[in-house]
C-alpha cells in the first residue's frame, strides 16, 4: 500500500481527521451537548437537503414544461404557406416525433427515424398504397439540399462556436478514442486526489463538493436538453421538407412560379405590371360592396346608382397608404342561386384577402352561414388540403342605421360602450361574430350624408393581414405552377440537353 499515493493520504489526512472528530463525539456527549448536537445535524442536513430537492424538483418541472411546449413546435416553426390540412400533418407527425425520441434518442437511430417520417408523410398525402421514395430525383435533391440548409441555421443559431469545429477535429477524436479515454481517466485520478487533499479544511471541501455536485448537475441538464433539442429540430426539419415535398411545393422554385390564371383574367380588364393582392368582396345583394369599392379606391369605379349590385365579376384597381397595389374584386351578391355560389366559391378559392360586407341592420344570416359552410367544406377536401385559405375580415356596414338611428357621433367605444348607440353596433358585431367566426369583424359606416366610420381602421386591417394574403397567393401561385407540366416545356429540356450533348460529342 505504501506505492500508492491514495493509500498514504488516507492515512495521513483522513485518518486523523476521523481520530478528532471521534474525540470531538466523545467531549459532546460528557458535556452533555449531545441533543443540541444532533438538532444542529438535522437543520444543517435540512438546509443542504432543502436546496437540492427543490432544484431538482425545478429542473425537473422545466424540463417537462419545455419538452411539453415544444411537442408541436421546438427550434422549428410550421411554415406561414402551409394550409390547414400540412397543419393537420404537421401537428400529428410531430407527436410521432416525440415518442420515437422517448424510445431511441441515439443519434445512430434519427436515420431511420426520418425514413419513418418520410413514410408516414407520404401516406398522409398519397394514400397508404403509395411508396414512401415515389419523387423524383430533382424533388429527392432539393429536399436534401432544403433540410441541409435550414438545420445549419439551426446548429449555427445554438450550438456555441460551431463555426471553429472542424471535421478534420471531429475525425482525429473519433480516431483518438482509446488515447481520449486514457486522458480522461488521468484527469479523474488527478482531479479524485485533489478532492482528497482538499479535505484538509473540512468546510471548503464540503462547500466544494456540495456547488460541484449542483453545476454538475445543471450543466448535464443543460447539455442534454439541448442534444435533445437538437436532435427533433433535424426530424422536424425532415418532417417540414417532407410536408412540402409531397404537397408538391418542391416541384419548382420561386422563380419558376407562372402567373395564376387569375391574374391572367384580372389582365384582360386592365394591365398591370406586378401581380396585385386580390382582395374579394363578398357578401348579400344590397350589402353595400360596390360602395365599399369606391370608398377604398377614392374614385367612382362602379355604377352604384344605376346599378347597385353587380351580376359578374368586376376587377377595380386601388393604392392603400403604405401597401402596393391591389385588386378588389367586386362580385355577384349571394341570392341562393347554385350558380352564383359556384362562381362565388371558385372566385374565393383564388382569393388572397376576402373582404365578407355584412348589412348591420339585416338579421338574416342564412345565406351567409350556409355559403360559409360551403366554403369552410371545400377547404375541408383532400385535394384542396395543402391549399392556404384566404383570411377573412368581416366588415359590417351601415352601422349608422342600428337604433337609434337618430343617434350618429362616432367615433364609438366598443370595449365598453356607454351610449345607446354604441351598445348597439356592439351587440351586432358580436352576434355576427358568432355566426360567421371571422377573423375580425369591423363596423363601417360609409354614406354620403353622414360621418365615415372605421375606414381607417379598415385599412389598417387590410395591412395587418397583407402578408398573410401574399402567403396565400404564394401557396395559390405554386400549386398552380405543379400541376400538369407543359410538354412544350419538356420538348424544349430533351432539346437543350441534346445540343449541349451534341457538343461533347463533336468535341
Partial sequence: MSAGVIPLLLAGIILPLCILGGFGLYAI????????????????????????????????????????????????????????????????????????????????????????????????????????????LPELLKMTEEVSRRYRIILKQHVPFIEKISLSLIKKGLDNKEKAKAGLESANWLWNSYRVVRMANPYTAIMSEFRSKILGEV???????????????????????????????????????????????????????????????????SAGKSSLVNTLTGELVAEVNALPSTDKVTVHQCQVEGLDTLHLIDLPGLDGDTTTEALLLDQLSQADLVLWVLKANQSARDLDTQFKAR????????????????????????????????????????????SRKGQTIKAAVDYNQTMLQFLSVLPVCISDSKPHYNMRELEALIDQYYAEGAQAQLNRRRLEANGDIKVSEQFKRVYQSGKSLFKLMRR
Fill in 29 to 136: 456527549v460528557e458535556l452533555g451537548y449531545l441533543i443540541p448536537f444532533l438538532l444542529l445535524l438535522a437543520v444543517s442536513a435540512l438546509l443542504v437537503a432543502l436546496p437540492v430537492f427543490w432544484l431538482k424538483r425545478q429542473i425537473k418541472a422545466d424540463s417537462e414544461n419545455q419538452a411539453h411546449a415544444e411537442d408541436g413546435e421546438g427550434l422549428v416553426r410550421p411554415s406561414d404557406d402551409w394550409g390547414a390540412g400540412d397543419q393537420k400533418v404537421w401537428t400529428e407527425l410531430n407527436d410521432e416525433i416525440t415518442q420515437q425520441l422517448a424510445t431511441d434518442a441515439e443519434w445512430g437511430s434519427l436515420r431511420e427515424h426520418a425514413l419513418t417520417l418520410v413514410t408516414l408523410t407520404a401516406t398522409r398525402y398519397r394514400g397508404k398504397q403509395q411508396k414512401e421514395l415515389a419523387f423524383s
Fill in 219 to 285: 450543466f448535464n441538464q443543460v447539455s442534454s436538453e439541448l442534444q435533445y433539442k437538437l436532435k427533433k429540430a433535424l426530424l422536424q426539419e425532415v418532417l417540414s421538407v417532407a410536408i412540402d415535398l409531397y404537397s408538391g411545393r418542391f416541384k419548382g422554385d420561386d422563380d419558376e412560379l407562372a402567373i395564376s390564371a387569375s391574374h391572367a383574367a384580372d389582365q384582360q380588364a386592365m394591365a398591370a405590371p406586378l401581380e396585385p393582392l386580390r382582395v374579394c368582396l363578398v357578401g348579400q345583394v
Fill in 375 to 418: 366554403l369552410d367544406a371545400y377547404y375541408q377536401l383532400p385535394e384542396n388540403q395543402s391549399r392556404k385559405r384566404a383570411p377573412i375580415i368581416g366588415v359590417l356596414n351601415q352601422v349608422d342605421r342600428l337604433s337609434p338611428v337618430s343617434e350618429w357621433q362616432p367615433p364609438y367605444d366598443l370595449t365598453s360602450p356607454t
